[in-house]
């Protein structure tokens, strides 16, 4: 394969690949063929398993033009493999958005001969058109198309491909489209459908058994079977039917419920505007509707909004009239947004439409859209965008169904553990060969004993010993309302070190709180108050601009909008009523929301006064307010405002709430107290979200339908401070003990919201995310415009806290790149920030990733790009959302955990049914155990192949070997239970700072295994030796007597029949090293269970100490007592007494030997001393003579040792760590206050003061 010849597909996007072209050869297939046959099916197994391999041997190289077979690979870090196959498409034109009418006398050329690929499509094309032949191919629910253009496969995704001007939607896209150029569409974009296909049992079945271990264990039975060993073998087939059938049922059920979810209102019937010529809106009877079912949409299609609202089947983007809609699907917020028409004139419609730019006009798939507005005589229409999955719930649907693997290190580390057993059994097959061919062993024989050693030292049993720990911690879960989909995500959930949080619902409960308000009178601040509806209020301009300036709107009778305008508007106690139907099609057609207060509030003495009686209308006190336009809120300008009449006044008034800085800079200076900035920075402190208010009297001359036309810069300057609303977001009673909790074990948090930035920022400060003396860096990002490049503004909330010089900073390099409470700042990003950094600043990304703590407003793919930037510095990432919008981000973490059973259940591997974030603790507490319990099942499951494998290969030097029922036993009664019984041990109580290892492959464990391996091949060895040194020793024979012609050695001599044991398996060599053994996987066993400071001790695990206790009294029992029946059941010969006591003592030494070396060894010295003491660094370490006698000690022995092993100055392992250090080190990081980074900077780092 040639670099060359290499091209891209999706080039710069998330999913970019690799992709190659290859058509059949027929020598190769006749090749595979062949060797399918010669090897029994495994080469075509080993194809299934590498796709690439299954390409390149079946296929040769060819161009993307005339390519049969696609080769894919994606461009990220997992370079995965993908095979697809080329199809061929018949259309009247080659691009979906190609006019029939130009084609229609148009003679294209036919493409090259189908390939007899049969997915052509015989329907619609026009009698006087010849067809064009369309290569596509399909991959992950996404059509490729072939372009002779660019000679490369592209995908549509829908109406944003044609690059219109918002302007040229509604002048050329706003008729709809005819039924022939929909039904041409809809080869291109196909059924307007997000198809989750449930695969059929059997499917699911094959794909599970043609798992590399399920066909290791398949090997392993037949083998045994030709051995007559069929227990073992019976028992090894239960576990896997039993593994297989577990594993089926949980994957059909995630398939069912992402079914179910996605089929809900996914097919409606919709009404859609047919038309091959524009026609005008005031013409209704012009307009040809048709009710139609909405998997036939297309891009272009215009369809009608019904007044009672509907689940948007497609992204499409309104045209006329105003929606109201719920977006919680993909926001998580489930705060009504209000959608406006697209701009049809002026400079903003001169722009190109595009759905992440106009999202305030566009409505999205799987939306709910409660309820329409529309003048009379007028329909709510909208120009349908994107269908099937190029829709934004189609996306979310795509990376629910094909997620990015994630990568665990234990996972890695146990195949290439187990790649070294395949090691040692080669050597241990090519032994057996050798010596069976020497001493010659008949050709079966050998064959059949060569394989053998290869299922003794890769155990079959591994997989179902390995998984019950995960079940154990599994079940544990489910004890605490924590349901699992994903058991194998439990284990990367004892190494997270990093969580991310969605806020509303999930660290806070949902909305804001009105804490009071703070009125200004005379300059200057009164006190706060806590009720906004007193009386003595409800004429005030604070209580008119708090009842008026908002986005609230009534639905089926319900106030209805976001919490925080509920809140200001309920503190008021006034009433909101909305015009009608019929009042806006009889009146004006700006005919205003009115607001007023109760009827209780309107003094009675005005009702009553004969003065009042004899005023005219317009000079009674007025309570009634209609609102005459609005602005709504701008994030960009964190404002909005409202222009507004009183009943019976002849001019208007203006109020504006937002940011306390952005309105106190909009009021005139003397209206502003002195004060503001220390009353402002006390409420921040504290945690409350501050919102100003301010008001403006219009000039009377204004009229209603001259302030339509006016711009929001002229309505909002001058305005007159009314002073403060004091809000405050409450956070759940568990969330700030929980994150606490989190810090204290170097677990590192952070929020990711769709919220604003201003209450993330301040929810993060009163959970104790950020705490009161940390400083929060902005980082505001602007995209490149009108020849100026991208640019970074960084903005400090608040200043900086000055640290001392000589304070010491202690990095910690096993748990995390740094001590969190030494690093005095943090990074707040939106999602708009966060879009222009991915693309124009990717060097600055991972610094940022490294310290950002908050991410506001953030799409649900840019949490889900989040979660992967955090992985590709080596975090290990959780999740925990309640929203569908945290579904990509679910799934994309290590591990997620939803908190609602709704949506992101689906795509969330945990649901936990507290509604709170108690569970994260729970979760990783049992993660670790799992670890451990993983590490500790893994080591002992190594240990007992391989002490088997000794015991066999020295036994096999004298042509003999272990019985069918002494590898029964060892293998059922002591290896399962012991293998299912230690992983039983509960979780620790409390999160400690440190976590679990996360690999296999490191110097501890390697150590340990090592130094274990070693020391039961001596004491074998030393057994074997020394029984061959025996004075009464003799080649054992059905007549011999080594027990001093005892009663029961006479009978057990009389009980034999057979004269010859063609096996060999009855000798005092086999029955030493069968003793000996059965005690070494008992004290390994023990030894490798360990307790804290991540499970419970071994001893309250009483199934564990019941199953040691007891096969260690039967076993010695057996040893010193022979029971005639037992010895030959297990094919065991009589040894003298004095060999028995000989043998216990060995056992005893070893046992002593294996637990030095594990606890004295490995646990203290190598542990504490060697690997721990490069995990700290101290970058100003204290003078040495601060050292006591004792720890100058420790240190000495510490970097001696660290030199012996070759771990001095070692560098940190994980990305993150070396970004800490380097950072550590940067005078420019972070950017000082008020600056700005270019992205023309080759490093980015250049930075102008504003």
């Not at 449930?198 to 264990?217: A, C, H, M, R, W």
């Not at 996605?262 to 038309?275: L, W």
């Not at 096999?956 to 293998?971: A, E, R, V």
Request: charged residues 20%.
């Amino acid at each position: 394969m040639k670099t060359k010849e290499l091209t891209i597909i999706n080039q710069g996007l998330e999913d970019e690949m690799e992709v190659w072209g290859y058509r059949p050869c027929v020598w190769k297939m006749i090749l595979v063929g062949v060797g399918t046959v010669c090897s029994g099916g495994l080469l075509l197994l080993l194809l299934y398993w590498l796709p690439e391999w299954g390409v390149k041997g079946t296929c040769t190289h060819t161009s993307l033009r005339d390519a049969h077979t696609l080769l894919l690979r994606t461009t990220d870090e997992f370079k995965q493999w993908f095979r697809a196959k080329v199809h061929v498409m018949l259309a009247p034109a080659r691009k979906p958005f190609d006019s029939l009418d130009l084609l229609s006398t148009t003679q294209l050329p036919n493409a090259p001969g189908d390939y007899g690929i049969s997915a052509v499509n015989h329907e619609h094309h026009g009698k006087c058109r010849q067809p064009v032949q369309i290569l596509y191919f399909t991959h992950h629910s996404t059509k490729y198309y072939w372009n002779d253009m660019i000679q490369n496969f592209e995908f549509y995704k829908g109406l944003e491909d044609m690059k219109v001007s918002c302007a040229s939607i509604h002048s050329d896209h706003s008729s709809g489209l005819s039924k022939t150029l929909q039904d041409y569409r809809r080869l291109f974009f196909g059924e307007n459908e997000i198809a989750v296909r449930v695969p059929s049992v059997f499917k699911l079945l094959i794909k599970e058994v043609l798992n590399p271990f399920y066909i290791f264990q398949l090997f392993s039975v037949i083998l045994w079977s030709a051995e007559d060993y069929y227990y073992y073998a019976t028992a090894i087939v239960f576990m896997s039917v039993i593994s297989i059938a577990t594993s089926l049922y949980t994957i059909k059920k995630q398939y069912v419920m992402l079914h179910d979810m996605v089929a809900t209102h996914s097919v409606v019937r919709v009404s859609v505007c047919r038309g091959n010529k524009g026609r005008f809106y005031s013409l209704v009877l012009a307009i040809e509707i048709e009710q139609a079912m909405s998997t036939d949409l297309v891009p272009g299609d215009v369809i009608i909004i019904p007044a009672n609202g509907m689940v948007m089947p497609c992204d499409a983007v309104l045209i006329h009239g105003t929606c109201i809609v719920n977006e919680s699907m993909l926001t998580g917020e489930s705060v009504p947004v209000t959608k406006t028409s697209l701009p049809s004139s002026g400079e903003d419609a001169a722009w190109s439409y595009n759905t992440d730019e106009h999202k305030r006009h566009t409505l999205f798939c799987g939306t709910h859209v409660i309820q329409t507005r529309f003048y009379a005589g007028e329909l709510v229409e909208a120009v349908v965008v994107r269908t099937g999955f190029s829709t934004e719930k189609g996306q979310l649907v795509v990376s629910i169904l094909h997620p990015k693997p994630t990568d665990f290190k234990l996972y890695r580390d146990a195949y290439l553990f187990l790649l070294c057993l395949v090691g040692v059994a080669g050597i241990g097959f090519i032994y057996t060969i050798v010596l069976s061919i020497m001493n010659k062993v008949p050709a079966k024989t050998i064959i059949i004993e060569s394989l053998d050693i290869i299922t003794i030292t890769v155990p079959p049993a591994l997989p179902a010993a390995m998984t019950a720990g995960i079940v154990y911690a599994q079940r544990r879960l489910k004890r605490v309302g924590i349901f699992c989909i994903s058991p194998q995500r439990i284990n990367m959930c004892g190494q997270l070190n990093l969580v991310c949080f969605d806020k509303t619902g999930t660290l806070t409960e949902d909305g804001l709180d009105l804490w009071g308000v703070q009125k200004v009178e005379d300059g200057s601040f009164s006190p706060p108050e806590a009720d906004a509806a007193e009386d003595s209020l409800v004429n005030s301009a604070f209580v008119a601009c708090m009842a008026t300036c908002h986005s609230l709107t009534k639905i089926e009778g319900e106030l209805s909008g976001d919490p925080l305008d509920l809140k200001m508007f309920s503190a008021t106690g006034w009433i909101l009523e909305e015009p009608t139907e019929e009042e806006t099609a009889l009146h004006n057609p700006i005919m205003p929301t009115v607001v007023r207060p109760p009827k209780q509030y309107v003094p009675e003495a005005n009702q009553n006064n004969s003065l009042t009686q004899n005023m005219e209308l317009h000079q009674l006190p007025s309570f009634e307010i209609g609102i005459v336009r609005q602005f709504p809120f701008s994030s960009t300008l964190q404002r909005m405002s409202v222009v507004v009449r009183r009943l019976g006044e002849k001019h208007m008034d203006a109020y504006l709430k937002g940011a306390p800085e952005v309105v106190a800079s909009l009021c005139k200076q003397h209206t502003v107290p002195q004060s503001f900035t220390e009353t402002l920075e006390t409420y921040t402190k504290q945690g409350f979200r501050v919102i100003a208010l301010a008001h403006r009297q219009l000039e009377s001359k204004l009229s209603w339908h001259k302030v339509q036309s006016l711009s929001r810069d002229l309505i909002e300057t001058n305005m007159e401070f009314l002073g403060l609303i004091i809000m405050q977001n409450k956070i759940k009673e568990e969330t700030a003990g929980v994150l606490q909790e989190l810090r204290q074990a170097n677990i590192r948090t952070l929020m990711v919201t769709g919220d604003n930035m201003l209450t993330a920022i301040s929810v993060a400060r009163d959970c104790g995310m950020i705490r009161a003396h940390e400083r929060v860096i902005i980082a505001e990002a602007a995209p490149p415009k009108d020849f100026h490049p991208a640019s970074i503004t960084w903005h400090y909330t608040e200043n900086p806290v000055q640290t001392k010089d000589n304070q010491s900073v202690e990095i910690n390099l096993q748990d995390g790149a740094y001590e969190q409470q030494e690093q005095s700042y943090h990074f707040a990003v939106t999602g708009r920030a966060f879009a222009v950094i991915t693309e124009h600043f990717p060097q600055l990304l991972q610094k940022l990733a490294l310290r950002a703590t908050v991410f506001a407003r953030m799409a649900p793919d840019q949490k889900t790009q989040l979660v992967e930037a955090l992985q590709s510095i080596d975090y290990t990432v959780g999740m925990c959302g309640d929203g569908a919008n945290d579904c990509g981000a679910l799934k994309r973490a290590h591990s997620g955990i939803s908190l609602s059973e709704l949506e992101a259940s689906v795509a969330s591997p945990f649901t936990s049914t507290t509604a709170n974030i108690s569970c994260v603790p729970n979760l990783i507490r049992e993660g670790r155990a799992a670890l451990i319990t993983s590490f500790c099942v893994f080591k002992f499951m190594a240990l007992y192949s391989i002490i088997q494998y000794l015991s066999v290969t020295l036994l096999y030097s004298i042509l003999s070997n272990l019985g069918d029922f002494q590898f029964l036993f060892i293998d059922i009664a002591i290896i399962l239970i012991i293998a299912f019984t230690m992983s039983l041990n509960p979780a620790w109580k409390e999160l400690v700072w440190r976590r679990p290892p996360s690999s296999l492959i490191s110097g501890p464990l390697l150590f340990s295994v090592l130094t274990q391996i070693i020391t039961c091949l001596l004491f074998q060895v030393l057994a074997f030796l020394l029984v061959r040194q025996q004075s009464w020793y003799e080649t054992w024979t059905p007549q011999s007597d080594a027990c001093n012609a005892s009663r029961s050695s006479a009978s057990h001599g009389l009980n034999v029949t057979s004269p010859h044991d063609h096996k060999n398996i009855k000798n005092y060599e086999n029955t030493t090293l069968f003793y000996v053994s059965s005690f070494q996987y008992l004290a390994v066993a023990i030894i490798f269970s360990k307790g804290k400071p991540f499970r419970q001790p071994s001893y309250r695990n009483w199934p564990f100490m019941l199953s040691c206790i007891g096969l260690y009294t039967f076993i010695l029992f057996i040893m010193l007592y022979p029971v005639s029946a037992i010895d030959n059941f297990l094919e065991i010969v009589c040894v003298p007494h004095d060999w028995r006591i000989t043998l216990v003592i060995i056992v005893i030494v070893n046992a002593a030997v294996s637990f030095i070396l594990e606890i004295l060894i490995v646990d203290i010295v190598m542990r504490r001393l060697v690997f721990r003491s490069n995990q700290g660094l101290n970058l100003r370490s204290e003078p040495p003579s601060t050292d006591t006698p004792q720890e100058a000690n420790q240190r000495w022995a510490s970097s001696f040792l660290s030199w012996l092993f070759c771990q001095t100055n070692k560098p940190p392992r994980v990305l993150y760590m070396h970004l800490a250090l380097e950072l550590q080190d940067n005078a420019d990081w972070p950017p000082r206050p008020s600056t700005v980074t270019y992205a023309s900077d080759p490093q980015s780092r250049i930075s102008a003061p504003l």
